[in-house]
């Protein structure tokens, strides 16, 4: 199950762009059973692609596998290779969520892209592939909308 991947278990540099990073997948354990995976990546940096200055995101990802699922190591240095990245949060959130849906084809994926203030204005981003799957408990995110989000 795990022998095609490259990263797990080997000291593997961060990517030096997202396009770059490997994203691997493996077989889904639970094939038959219908169940929500999550991510929470409460550390997210990027960079404004007009000042070049830190951008700060918690990121929570929810997604019902089908045939595989996501890497947990190779997910870390894809999100860890947006720390030199420039991009708008939008185009941030929304490319991690596409690169998911291409990596494994969940049944189901949303994000949430929760942003702190960039001139004082928090801006949260969120991306559903469609309707939540019948039958799946998909509990809320519960980030706090912003007060120092802490």
Partial sequence: MTD??????????????PEEAVLERVGNPHPDRRYMIRFTQPEFTSLCPI?????FAHLVIDYVPRAWIVESKSLKLYLGAFRNHGAFHEACTVAIARRLVDEVAPEWLRIGGYWYPRGG?????????????????IPPQEVAAYRGRG
Avoid: E, K
């Fill in 4 to 17: 095609s991947l490259t990263q797990l278990g080997r000291q593997t540099p961060l990517p030096a762009s």
């Fill in 121 to 137: 204005m928090p801006i949260d981003v969120f991306y559903q592939t469609g309707p939540a799957p019948d039958g799946v408990w």
């Fill in 51 to 55: 000042t070049g200055q830190p951008d």
